[in-house]
């Protein structure tokens, strides 16, 4: 059974920093790109970030380039968001979400996590 | 980026209706669109890929039809559990993935 658990979500200070963990089991981790996508409280869907399947290709949404680093430890099986220089916008959920065509990013997300809560306030 | 429009925002509907919703895109996606159903507190669900095929375990009420930059969701006859948010989702090749705004599906 393909599960995706996050964690590291928190209240931080604006201007501050956070790492998210989402730990993947019950596929082959390396073979799949993933994803972060997040949702503001009460509001929709927002792509975040994209690693592929090697890590050695990554896409950043502009409202977050430059201050989010998305990676992943194929060993531990395991994706990590980076997050830099917080802002209030950048409160909500978020989620990881797998792809569901091996070797290809540009995929349909078929199994998502629960998500970790994030909140950016003084 | 590609932008995805989605409507309406909201729909009321009953039980046993016949219920359609629109996604435009900015731009061309062939048929690299997904359909999701969100409901409160719980993650996004796949319903509907590549604009038409069923996700395994949907329920056949649930199509999809559409391609270039229209598409739609449609519900044959709405059930109580379809009471939801449904968001398109597209992710044309070496395009940035983007998701409509959602449209929420009320009961009348």
């Known amino acids: 059974e393909v599960q995706l658990l996050e964690s590291g979500g928190g209240l931080v200070q604006p201007g501050g920093s956070l790492r998210l963990s989402c730990a993947a089991s019950g596929f082959t981790f390396n073979s799949y790109a993933v994803n972060w996508v997040r949702q503001a409280p009460g509001k929709g869907l927002e792509w975040v970030s994209a690693i592929s399947g090697s890590g050695g290709t990554t896409f950043y949404a502009d409202s977050v380039k430059g201050r989010f680093t998305i990676s992943r430890d194929n060993s531990k099986n395991t994706l990590y968001l980076q997050m830099n220089s917080l802002r209030a916008e950048d409160t909500a959920l978020y989620y990881c979400a797998k792809v569901a065509i091996k070797t290809s990013s540009w995929s349909r997300f078929d199994y998502w996590g629960q998500g970790t809560l994030v909140t950016v306030s003084s | 980026d590609i932008q995805m429009t989605q409507s309406p925002s909201t729909l009321s509907a009953s039980v046993g209706d016949r219920v359609t919703i629109t996604c435009r895109a900015s731009?061309?996606?062939?048929?690299?669109l997904a359909w999701y159903q969100q409901k409160p507190g719980k993650a996004p669900k796949l319903l509907i890929y590549d604009a038409s095929s069923l996700e395994s375990g949907v329920p056949s009420r649930f199509s999809g039809s559409g391609s270039g930059t229209e598409f739609t969701l449609t519900i044959s006859s709405l059930q109580p559990d379809d009471f939801a948010t449904y968001y398109c989702q597209q992710y044309n090749t070496y395009s940035l993935w983007t998701f409509g705004q959602g449209t929420k599906v009320e009961i009348k």
């Open positions: 731009q061309h996606i062939s048929s690299w």
